[in-house]
T-cell receptor, first 115, second 110 residues
Framework: ETGVTQTPRHLVMGMTNKKSLKCEQH?????MYWYKQSAKKPLELMFV???????ENNSVPSRFSPECPNSSHLFLHLHTLQPEDSALYLC??????????????FGSGTRLTVV | KNQVEQSPQSLIILEGKNCTLQ??????????LRWYKQDTGRGPVSLTI?????NTKSNGRYTATLDADTKQSSLHITASQLSDSASYIC?????????FGAGTTVTVRA
């Protein structure tokens, strides 16, 4: 394991459902991220949290709602999703963004299928 | 247009053979470049990181090169093994942002 744990690993939901993705890290990192990974496409940054504060929202639709109660936990609340939202959702953590040489530690992702 | 382009999109090689993956970028200013390996059903894991002054860096059977003048990097896999089957992602950082390539999917066959 990398130190970043995501649950659930797989999720199938209907377009009218509400579900949440969870991410937890015990690496002492202060920054956490949500990425969307679609087949054959680059990772898309969705949200950035630094010291529990949201510092970046990359024009993500409001049907995705992040929550960061502390530096170790990050949630992504989902509601009224569309089939095109089906993808692998990756959580990552790092030291503070902006440092000269930080690297990400990624979780294993949640494979989301919207039906 | 994506600022990080990887080629080929996918490739198949026989076990024991070598292969080279390419990454061309337009990101500026350049801070560093990382290669990640992503196994199926897992998150990406960093293989190497290269800064402006580094030309070559190895991690076991993986060797990355960087030409900052032409803005090109390559990842060479030597004596491939079945466990090398994965997606390899090139990530370039400027002062404040990461840019991801779409990845190259490598399949190693016995």
């Amino acid at each position: 394991e990398t130190g970043v744990t995501q649950t659930p690993r797989h999720l199938v939901m209907g377009m009218t459902n509400k579900k949440s993705l969870k991410c937890e890290q015990h690496l002492g990192h202060n920054a956490m991220y949500w990425y969307k990974q679609s087949a054959k496409k680059p990772l898309e940054l969705m949200f950035v949290y630094n010291f529990k504060e949201q510092t970046e929202n990359n024009s993500v639709p409001s049907r995705f709602s992040p929550e960061c109660p502390n530096s170790s936990h990050l949630f992504l609340h989902l509601h009224t999703l569309q089939p095109e939202d089906s993808a692998l959702y990756l959580c990552a953590s790092s030291q503070e963004p902006g440092q000269e040489d930080y690297g990400y530690t990624f979780g294993s992702g949640t494979r989301l299928t919207v039906v | 247009k994506n600022q990080v382009e990887q080629s080929p999109q996918s490739l198949i090689i026989l076990e024991g053979k070598n292969c080279t993956l390419q990454c061309n970028y337009t990101v500026s200013p350049f801070s560093n470049l990382r290669w990640y390996k992503q196994d199926t059903g897992r998150g990406p894991v960093s293989l190497t990181i290269m800064t402006f002054s580094e030309n070559t860096k190895s991690n076991g059977r993986y060797t990355a090169t960087l030409d900052a003048d032409t803005k090109q990097s390559s990842l060479h896999i030597t004596a491939s093994q079945l466990s090398d089957s994965a997606s390899y992602i090139c990530v370039v950082r400027n002062d404040y942002k990461l840019s991801f390539g779409a990845g190259t999917t490598v399949t190693v066959r016995a």
